[in-house]
Each structure stands twice: as structure tokens, then as C-alpha cells.
């Protein structure tokens, strides 16, 4: 069956430092994939799309890498604040108009 | 204000009694979707709709039932409310079904069923 995965475990960052976080799928070919940020109690919103014939796609301080070999996505943070902590979900489009969702990584940007 | 709006927040109930959590977006857009949230586990779709009067499962459609009687409003409907069925609920929207487009949520609905 359709698997995506990510860290379930919380990832602490120093300020400053980049942030890294990795969304790794199997027995899928995505045509594209999404990462969104979700703080406590509130709903996912929307961060970037990256499409499987992009290597990459930045937008300010956020990079999205999608290697289709490798079956990965790596979202990262460059500069890191404390008001980035948050839990970071990735999805996948699946093939009847419906999005496979990870079950996030929680990251803690320590001042 | 762009926004998809869900009512109510928070809700305690028992099991059997029936009730609806209500999802309004007022983005003309034409995909709708409702998703439950449970710890551990990544977003899970109860339902979806395509457009008005056009509505389809998703993976965990069972317990639930939902309409599209108008493009802004897609209520979601327990029928009989199980404990199982406690969970934080996401409604959400996006301006076409090809999920090219960002999806745009609710502020969730925190339900437990006694």
C-alpha cells in the first residue's frame, strides 16, 4: 500500500542554524507533492508545491528538494527562528484526486 | 477575509446521538474535503466533493455521511456517533479537485463522543 513517512520524532534546532526535515514515500510515483505547517490547534496551511520534474523550489527562507529516485522530499528552514516551531506535514497527490498525508515533524527552534 | 469556517469548535456528545459539524467557504471554490486528524496518524480523508451535488469517499468513510447542496457549505453528518469516531476534524477547500491548487482548512473541530 501507499506509505509515506517522516520523522515522528520532535526535531530540535538551534536559531540561526538551517533545519532540515525529510518526508521519504513508498510504492508511489507522486506527480507532485505538498508541504504545509500546522501549529497546535490549528489547521495545516499551505507552504509549497514542488512537482516530480522540479528538483527543487525555494520560496524565502524555505527550500523543497523532491528526488523521485530516492523516493524523498527534504524541506528545509535556512536561518531558523523560534517562531518556525511548528509541526511540518508533507502529502502526496494520489491517483483519484485525493492527497496521502505524513503524519508530520514536530520542530523546536531553541533562542 | 478568505477563510473556511467550521462550527462547532469543540463538542462533547454520546454515543448514538446524531449531529453535523458544519464547513462554510466563501472562495467560490469547488472542491471540498473533510479530513480527521488522530494522534500518530497523518490526515485522513473522510469524504470529498468535486462540486455541487458531486460528493465521493475517501479512506475512512465509514460512520459518516456528508452533502453538497450548495458550492459554499459541505456539512459533515454521524449519523450515530461512536467513541471510535473521537478525533479532530479538518474541513477543507481548494479552488479545483486537481489538488495542483493548495488546499485552505478550517480551524477544526475537536470532537469526543462519549
Known amino acids: 500500500s501507499q506509505k509515506i513517512e517522516q520523522n515522528s520524532e520532535a526535531l530540535n534546532i538551534q536559531e540561526g542554524k538551517t533545519a532540515t526535515l525529510t518526508c521519504n514515500y513508498t510504492?508511489?510515483?507522486?506527480?507532485?507533492l505538498q508541504w504545509y505547517r500546522q501549529d497546535p490547534g490549528r489547521g495545516p496551511v499551505f507552504l509549497l508545491l514542488?512537482?516530480?520534474n522540479e528538483k527543487e523550489k525555494r520560496k524565502e527562507r524555505l527550500k523543497v528538494t523532491f528526488d523521485t529516485t530516492l523516493k524523498q522530499s527534504l524541506f528545509h528552514i535556512t536561518a531558523s527562528q523560534p517562531a518556525d516551531s511548528a509541526t511540518y506535514l508533507c502529502?502526496?497527490?494520489?491517483?483519484?484526486?485525493?492527497?496521502?498525508w505524513g503524519a508530520g515533524t514536530k520542530l523546536i527552534i531553541k533562542p | 477575509e478568505a477563510q473556511v469556517t467550521q462550527n462547532p469548535r469543540y463538542l462533547i456528545t454520546v454515543t448514538g446521538k446524531k449531529l453535523t459539524v458544519t464547513c462554510s467557504q466563501n472562495?467560490?471554490?469547488?472542491?471540498m474535503s473533510w479530513y480527521r486528524q488522530d494522534p500518530g496518524l497523518g490526515l485522513r480523508q473522510i469524504y470529498y466533493?468535486?462540486?455541487?451535488?458531486?460528493?465521493d469517499k475517501g479512506d475512512v468513510p465509514e460512520g459518516y455521511k456528508v452533502s453538497r447542496k450548495e458550492k459554499r457549505n459541505f456539512p459533515l453528518i454521524l449519523e450515530s456517533p461512536s467513541p471510535n469516531q473521537t478525533s479532530l476534524y479538518f474541513c477543507?477547500?481548494?479552488?479545483?479537485?486537481?489538488?495542483?491548487?493548495?488546499?485552505?482548512f478550517g480551524p477544526g473541530t475537536r470532537l469526543t463522543v462519549l
Open positions: 477543507a477547500s481548494s479552488l479545483f479537485g486537481g489538488n495542483l491548487n493548495e488546499q485552505f
Open positions: 472562495m467560490n471554490h469547488e472542491y
Open positions: 466533493s468535486m462540486n455541487v451535488e458531486v460528493t
Open positions: 510504492n508511489y510515483s507522486p506527480a507532485y
Open positions: 514542488i512537482r516530480e
Open positions: 502529502a502526496l497527490r494520489a491517483s483519484n484526486y485525493q492527497l496521502i
